[in-house]
């Protein structure tokens, strides 16, 4: 979940409702390439999706996850399946990931990284600590213009 938001550069209401048909393969000579289709802040249905391109580590990841999940290892072309699901879907279906839930998911990732770092080195703890606070909007800015 860190890493597809850190590789698609997502905020979290895209990420949110970002469904398995939203990733679209583009075969090329060189291979498969998978971009995100994606209608960004203040965008309608009607208005084209931005393409934003997805690293192959993040596909391999995503394999994985759609595998436990019991899924094929890609998507499927309007395959409604969240990207990122309840963590409880046999209580809530096949049901998203709200923000809520998504920032306390993230807070505890970045919060157990930190007492890691700061069991070895405390002074990497502290940089850590402030190179986390200046990532959230302005790398999604700069990515886009």
Known sequence: MVMALYALLA?????????????VPLRRPSGVHWWWQVRGKHRTEADAPDEVPIPPALIEALSRYRSHLGLSPLPEPGEPTPMVLSLYPK??????????????????????????????????????TRRLAALASPYRHHASH
């Open 11 to 23: 905020r979290a209401s895209e990420f949110c409702n970002a469904r398995m048909g939203d990733l």
């Open 91 to 128: 209580r809530d279906g096949w049901a998203a990931v709200n923000r809520s839930k998504l920032w306390r998911l993230i807070k505890q990732v970045f919060t157990a990284t930190t007492e890691a770092i700061e069991a070895d080195d405390p002074d990497g703890a502290a940089h850590f």
